[in-house]
Every structure is written in structure tokens, then in C-alpha cells.
């Protein structure tokens, strides 16, 4: 399905002979230049948004007397705008050429990012300002990601998209162990303002890294429409096939209660373990490892049958072990227990991207795209509640709560939808 949108000649062009781990199986879609290129640029602007959520957080920490409800509200400014950008973003990338609009949103996160480090070395940073800049990178990411995983049809030929997505995936699981890790002891030398700087240069260079790239140069299609039209059209096309309306479902559920952690960490850090920063990087970066465990195992595959079966078992799973990592309280129960949720989270996301874009026509595949990122901006409807809960009752029992009703909403998808686990 999919495969009358693949370009063969340019696939084959793009296999350039490549040694070393791009002739292993796990590896096999490096060996096409075109996705080479994408995932390393991936991987910079992916370790510069992980090394961004560690030293945003830390400022947030420090401007804002330790609230955890603060650090939701400013994940919010972040993670909201993706539900109102993405779509045009999805549309966007399926009337444009995708490469460019990487290129540009990468460019203009680059200088966001360094007016914010400017702000901070001054001593002028204030929390607003920080509720400010998270809505405008926020905006350029929702510009970005639709035509990022759109792009990877391109470069890539249909049996290899679940390698090639988790492959992506991978790069910015990777950067989830690298990016905490390095942030959370660079500031300690540098300062927040001197991270910032880094960032801005690693989202530069992501940018700029993709100007070679071959895919994503022309539109997949024109368009005489208004954009709002391209977009109801993506929706009706989605509530029209089954298939793609679950997918969308079971992105948003562990979006809504399977991230909060991710919001949280700082805070339930500082309640449960009285970690500094360099101890805050560490807790990042096992949810890293265990998601570059999960990703590359997912794309040593060649098959996987039942595919949806898969991702009812890993959202279920997702909320049992946030329930019983929010009880810990030791580095020696919360450590195995943030490797296992980074794990079944990045399983589970590749998998329902995989299947998003083998169950979509080329010409709606930046729009359904778009779907999946936008459930990513719906993070803080439980962000922020939860937030405001963890002020109450502590946030261990609030993340608690968040796992548990994930595992409920998911035995409930899955008797209400009852055909969901035999997608392919």
C-alpha cells in the first residue's frame, strides 16, 4: 500500500554502496544517501532539543522556585502550539518542497534559540520569557516534523520505511542519552546561557546538513486549494479509513498520560531522589537508552505480524511501569524502571508512524502525518492538570494516577475497537 508514491529510480540511485554497519540488516537504510543525510541531520537537531528540554527545565527550576506546575506551563508553550501548527505543517509539506521548509524552520529555531542564550548571559531571562520562546519553537517544529517523516517515503522503498522510521527514531533516541547527559554537566561548567548557545549552533547545523539531499526538493503535488481546505480534506480522509482513525487514537492516549513523566521528571526528581542536574541527565538518559534498545530492535526486523496487537501490549505496558516508576524511590528502582518506559514509548511511537505512513496515499501522507506530531502538542492537557495535581498530592502520585489511567483507557480502545489487533 503506499508503493504508487515511491519514486524506484531515485531509491536505486540512492544506493551508493556503503560499508560497514549500513550492510548489517538493522542498519540497511543508511545504505541510501538521501536518509543517510536526513538522520544525521536528525540526530543534531534531535540532541539539540533534548539538551534544550534538560537546561529549559533547569532555568524553569530556578526562575520559578522549584514548581512543578511551572514546568508544565512551560512545556505547554512548547508542546501546544504543535496542535495548531502541525496540521499546516501536514498540508504544507504536501504542496511544498519538504526539504525546504526543514531547512527553514531548523534555521529559524537556531536563532530563536540564540536570542534566548543572549537573554539569559545578560541576566534579562525572565519566566515569560521562557513561555514566549516555547511557543515560537513549538510553531517552527510543527512547520518541521510533518514533512520529516513524509520525507522518509521518499528516500527509502516501501519494504524498508519500517527500518528507515526506526532507524530515525533511533538517531533521536540516541540523542536522548547523549543530549540529558551532556546538557545536565555542561551547565554545570557553562551555565544555562552557554548551552543555549551550543543548541543554537546544533539546530544550524541540522539545517544546513540537508542542503544536499536529493528527496524533498520538488512538491509531491499542486494544489489550487487554501490551505484550510488541503487540511479538512486530510481529516475527512482519516475518519474515512478505520485503520488510520485508531492509529490516531492510539497516538494521542500515550500522548495524553504515557508523557507526563516526561513534563514531571525534574520535579519528581527534586521530591523523591533531591537529584542536582548532573543527577537529573542521568534519569533522562536511561529513558534514552531504553528507547535506542527498543528502536533498534524494532528495526532488525524484517516482519512483524499483528502489528496492532503490538501497540495495545505496549501502550498497556507504558502505563503499568509509569505507575510503579512513580513509587520509586531509589536510582536503583527508578533507573531499570525509566529504561523499560523509554523502551515500550519508542516502540510503540515507531510502529504507529510505520504504520500512518504504509496505510496513507502519498499525496495525504504530509497530512496524516501532521496527525500523529499534533498529538504530541495535546501533552500538556494532562501536563498541565497533572501539574496542578502534583502541587496537591506530591508527583509521584500524580504520575501514579496518569499510568493507571492509561492502562484503563487502553483495555478500553481495545474491547470497544475489537479488529484494532489484527492490523498487519
Same mark, same amino acid.
Given at each position: 500500500?503506499? =508503493? ?40 543534531? =537537531? ?25 514546568? =508544565? ?25 519538504? /526539504? ?7 534555521? !529559524? ?13 545578560? +541576566? ?77 549552533? $546544533? ?16 512538491? =509531491?503535488?499542486?494544489?489550487?486549494? /487554501? ?51 548532573? +543527577? ?16 533498534? $530492535? ?20 507504558? !502505563? ?45 501522507? !504530509? ?58
Amino acid at each position: 500500500m503506499g =508503493s504508487e508514491g515511491v519514486q524506484s529510480p531515485n531509491h536505486e540511485r540512492r544506493v551508493d554502496g556503503v560499508r560497514g554497519p549500513a550492510r548489517l540488516p538493522v542498519f540497511a537504510s543508511l545504505g541510501y544517501f538521501d536518509f543517510r543525510r536526513l538522520w544525521v541531520s536528525t540526530l543534531a =537537531s534531535s540532541t539539540a532539543f533534548n539538551m534544550q528540554m534538560i537546561t529549559r527545565g533547569w532555568l524553569v527550576l530556578s526562575l520559578a522556585n522549584d514548581s512543578p506546575l511551572a514546568l =508544565s506551563l512551560v512545556m505547554m508553550s512548547f508542546a501546544l502550539p504543535l496542535t495548531v501548527v502541525s496540521p499546516f505543517g501536514g498540508a504544507l509539506a504536501d504542496r511544498f518542497p519538504r /526539504k525546504r521548509i526543514i531547512i527553514l524552520s531548523q534555521t !529559524g529555531n537556531a536563532f530563536i534559540t540564540l536570542v534566548l542564550a543572549t537573554l539569559d548571559v545578560t +541576566g534579562m531571562i525572565r519566566f515569560w520569557h521562557l513561555l514566549a520562546f516555547g511557543l515560537l519553537n513549538g510553531s517552527l517544529i510543527g512547520l518541521n516534523m510533518p514533512g520529516r517523516q513524509a520525507m522518509i517515503s521518499e528516500m527509502v522503498p516501501e519494504e524498508r520505511i519500517m527500518n528507515a522510521v526506526s532507524l530515525n527514531n533511533s538517531g533521536m533516541n540516541l540523542t536522548r542519552i547523549l543530549g540529558p547527559s551532556m546538557a545536565g554537566v555542561l551547565i554545570i561548567f557553562m551555565g544555562t546561557a552557554g548551552v543555549f548557545y551550543l543548541i543554537s549552533g $546544533a539546530y544550524l547545523f541540522a539545517a544546513l546538513w540537508l542542503r544536499p539531499v536529493g528527496a524533498g526538493s520538488t512538491a =509531491s503535488r499542486r494544489s489550487g486549494q /487554501k490551505v484550510t481546505t488541503d487540511i479538512v480534506d486530510g481529516l475527512a480522509y482519516v475518519s474515512r479509513e478505520p485503520t488510520l482513525l485508531g492509529l490516531v487514537v492510539m497516538a494521542v492516549l500515550p500522548t495524553l498520560f504515557g508523557f507526563s513523566y516526561f513534563a514531571l521528571l525534574p520535579a519528581w526528581a527534586r521530591e523523591a531522589l533531591d537529584v542536582g542536574s548532573e +543527577g537529573l541527565g542521568l534519569l533522562m538518559t536511561m529513558t534514552g537508552a531504553g528507547a535506542l534498545a527498543g528502536t533498534l $530492535a524494532l528495526a532488525s526486523l524484517r516482519e512483524l505480524n499483528r502489528r496492532g496487537l503490538v501497540l495495545l501490549a505496549a501502550s498497556a505496558s507504558w !502505563g503499568v511501569i509509569l505507575a510503579l516508576f512513580s513509587q520509586s524511590g531509589s536510582y536503583g528502582t527508578a533507573l531499570p524502571m525509566l529504561f523499560f518506559l523509554g523502551l515500550v514509548g519508542a516502540v510503540y511511537m515507531s510502529l504507529n508512524m510505520t504504520l500512518m505512513q504504509i496505510y496513507s496515499t502519498p499525496e495525504m501522507r !504530509g497530512r496524516v502525518m501532521s496527525l500523529g506530531i499534533m498529538t504530541f502538542g495535546l501533552m500538556p492537557l494532562s501536563a498541565v492538570p497533572f501539574g496542578a495535581l502534583a502541587e496537591v498530592i506530591g508527583t509521584p502520585d500524580a504520575l501514579g494516577i496518569s499510568g493507571l489511567t492509561l492502562l484503563g483507557l487502553t483495555v478500553g480502545f481495545a474491547l470497544f475497537y475489537r479488529t484494532f489487533s489484527r492490523i498487519a
